[in-house]
């Protein structure tokens, strides 16, 4: 019932300068049942693809439970495998985990497809400190499948509508010159000529 997004490169994505004006996450139903959005929050940790073939082994069957690849995410663990590091409550529903986002609302697009809105300050934020974007944590009342961004066809979606902000003036820092010290003997070539 939670899943996780993320879009990530969002500056290079837009461009620079820019204010995001408005901001929803259009996703489209793989599955029969019409989901109900319980809430959407800011995920504050890092956290690793889940594996692709948990459908799959679903439905072959099976009682034998298929372990997550190595630094996946998982119900316990944001990085799954040897060493693994868990979220901070099961489910990514800790305080550490996840930030609520307040004025996210579903909007139904048609029957196959929904949009959340009221993401536009998570979004500027995670465009203004691209180190710290983490995604989205989509908490469901109901099960409900999605098509994922390894689908073919009805990807999930991040429609922005940006707008421009003044060229910033004033100093601009530019790098004049780098030193290394102590610097790698073997790159000396101040005897090139002389030394093999």
Not at 160 to 173: F, K, M, N
Request: proline content about 7%; charged content about 20%.
């Amino acid at each position: 019932k939670t899943i996780l997004i993320r879009f990530g490169q969002l500056k290079m994505a837009i461009g620079r300068n820019k204010r995001i004006r408005s901001a929803k996450l259009v996703l489209t139903l793989s599955g029969p049942t019409q989901p109900k959005l319980r809430s959407v929050g800011q995920v504050l940790a890092p956290w690793g693809d889940g594996p692709a073939r948990t459908l799959s082994a679903m439905l072959t069957g099976g009682d034998t439970p298929v372990p997550a690849p190595r630094w996946a995410s998982s119900w316990r663990n944001r990085r799954a495998g040897p060493n693994a590091i868990a979220w901070n409550m099961a489910g990514c529903a800790g305080p550490a985990d996840v930030a609520r986002i307040t004025g996210a609302a579903q909007v139904s697009v048609n029957q196959d497809t929904i949009a959340i809105t009221g993401l536009e300050k998570a979004v500027q934020a995670q465009y203004d400190r691209w180190w710290e974007n983490n995604g989205f944590a989509l908490n469901f009342e109901n099960n409900c499948e999605f098509f994922s961004g390894d689908a073919g066809f009805a990807r999930p979606r991040l429609v922005l509508e940006v707008e421009d902000l003044p060229v910033p003036t004033g100093p601009d820092l530019s790098v004049a010159y780098i030193t290394r010290t102590p610097a790698y003997e073997r790159y000396d070539a101040r005897d090139a000529d002389t030394v093999k």
